[in-house]
């Protein structure tokens, strides 16, 4: 991926994305529900890639008294995220109780947080946009403490499936994402030394009136094609015809679906197993005497 490419997409998007993130709010919820089954109560939580902060007031009615931390690299979706809090709260941090929200713009993969000082992390449909997510994985495993929990959901590889058949009917370039397997998912939680990662997925499918209203949602959901090798420039009018047939053609019922496989995963920070140096920690129990 570009990572440039993914934060111009998203600075561009920022102020229509609360109308368009449908998916992002009901996998938010389904998220929300997974964590009636956990029993934390976190001191400090991070978001990580918040966007236009749209779970940041379900987590702090969640957890009334946590010092929460939004990262997000998009400066726009920070400062949409800004706008949720009422301008009395943000002058007057201590009425009602509770604690205010920090928003940091941070690229998720370099977090300016101290080692072992969050208690949860959290991330709703950010970790696809990441070029390498092992080493993101490692980031996040960093900051969480000891005990600490890491909740997270991302896009799967049967996301636009529709769209990428789409496309090579039509003859045209990949333009559109390949996405991590869930078993890829969960043995790199392993090695940035998560223990005991649960991972699950489902299939959730938007449907469109017209290929347009599908490009656009794409759009402004920050969903545009960011890959490093990506095609530069746009379609050509003969070309852009052939791969609206070809989607159209796939229609049902008159509307036209997208699918998108969802991964929930969580897991737990782990007993460190090496020193910041790279020396292995070998713990040993004393045994009882006979």
């Given at each position: 991926?570009?990572?440039?490419?993914?934060?111009?997409?998203?600075?561009?998007?920022?102020?229509?994305?609360?109308?368009?993130?449908?998916?992002?709010?009901?996998?938010?919820?389904?998220?929300?529900?997974?964590?009636?089954?956990?029993?934390?109560?976190?001191?400090?939580?991070?978001?990580?890639?918040?966007?236009?902060?749209?779970?940041?007031?379900?987590?702090?009615?969640?957890?009334?008294?946590?010092?929460?931390?939004?990262?997000?690299?998009?400066?726009?979706?920070?400062?949409?995220?800004?706008?949720?809090?009422?301008?009395?709260?943000?002058?007057?941090?201590?009425?009602?109780?509770?604690?205010?929200?920090?928003?940091?713009?941070?690229?998720?993969?370099?977090?300016?947080?101290?080692?072992?000082?969050?208690?949860?992390?959290?991330?709703?449909?950010?970790?696809?946009?990441?070029?390498?997510?092992?080493?993101?994985?490692?980031?996040?495993?960093?900051?969480?403490?000891?005990?600490?929990?890491?909740?997270?959901?991302?896009?799967?590889?049967?996301?636009?499936?529709?769209?990428?058949?789409?496309?090579?009917?039509?003859?045209?370039?990949?333009?559109?994402?390949?996405?991590?397997?869930?078993?890829?998912?969960?043995?790199?939680?392993?090695?940035?030394?998560?223990?005991?990662?649960?991972?699950?997925?489902?299939?959730?499918?938007?449907?469109?009136?017209?290929?347009?209203?599908?490009?656009?949602?794409?759009?402004?959901?920050?969903?545009?094609?960011?890959?490093?090798?990506?095609?530069?420039?746009?379609?050509?009018?003969?070309?852009?015809?052939?791969?609206?047939d070809a989607l159209l053609r796939l229609r049902d019922d008159g509307r036209?679906?997208?699918?998108?496989?969802?991964?929930?995963?969580?897991?737990?920070?782990?007993?460190?197993?090496?020193?910041?140096?790279?020396?292995?920690?070998?713990?040993?129990?004393?045994?009882?005497?006979?």
């Open positions: 991926l570009d990572a440039r490419a993914v934060a111009r997409g998203f600075e561009r998007a920022a102020a229509r994305f609360d109308d368009a993130a449908v998916l992002h709010r009901e996998v938010a919820r389904r998220m929300a529900e997974r964590l009636d089954m956990v029993m934390l109560k976190p001191a400090r939580l991070l978001d990580l890639g918040c966007g236009s902060g749209a779970d940041l007031q379900p987590l702090r009615a969640r957890y009334p008294d946590m010092q929460m931390i939004g990262i997000d690299r998009s400066a726009a979706m920070l400062a949409q995220a800004a706008a949720r809090t009422p301008r009395w709260r943000r002058w007057l941090p201590g009425v009602l109780g509770g604690r205010q929200t920090a928003l940091v713009r941070a690229d998720i993969a370099r977090l300016p947080i101290a080692p072992r000082s969050i208690d949860m992390a959290w991330s709703n449909m950010a970790l696809h946009w990441q070029a390498d997510l092992p080493a993101t994985l490692r980031e996040v495993q960093r900051c969480v403490r000891v005990g600490g929990l890491f909740m997270f959901s991302m896009l799967g590889p049967d996301t636009l499936r529709e769209l990428r058949g789409a496309l090579a009917e039509a003859g045209l370039p990949l333009r559109a994402h390949r996405f991590i397997d869930m078993h890829d998912v969960g043995d790199m939680l392993v090695e940035a030394g998560f223990a005991e990662p649960v991972m699950d997925m489902e299939h959730i499918t938007l449907t469109f009136d017209t290929p347009a209203a599908l490009y656009r949602d794409l759009a402004d959901t920050g969903g545009h094609c960011a890959l490093a090798a990506r095609p530069r420039g746009l379609l050509t009018p003969r070309a852009r015809a052939r791969l609206d036209l679906p997208a699918t998108m496989e969802i991964i929930y995963g969580h897991a737990w920070r782990g007993e460190p197993r090496q020193t910041e140096d790279g020396r292995a920690i070998i713990q040993f129990e004393r045994g009882r005497r006979r």
